[in-house]
């Protein structure tokens, strides 16, 4: 899947993310599209214990699984899934 970003940034997720990333991803997008809030949503990937969170650093320095799961934080901050 090609996830494209608003930035215009397009990440291939077949190639540019672990098995875990991947399979990590795709349960954040479904609880994107249950329009979980925004706090519930970021209980389910800020902290440890998932493939994507290596710590506060992963806010200022994020990988491209990071960067797909912070797009649909602001998704769900602007009302959308």
Request: with cysteine; net charge positive; proline share 7%.
């Amino acid at each position: 899947m090609i996830y494209k970003l608003p930035s215009g940034e397009q990440i291939d997720t077949a190639c540019e993310l672990s098995f875990e990333e991947r399979n990590f991803l795709q349960k954040m997008m479904i609880y994107a599209h249950l329009r979980f809030s925004l706090a519930d949503f970021q209980k389910k990937w800020r902290g440890p214990g998932n493939p994507v969170w290596t710590g506060p650093e992963t806010l200022d320095r994020p990988g491209p699984a990071a960067r797909i799961i912070l797009d649909l934080e602001r998704k769900l901050k602007a009302g959308g899934g």
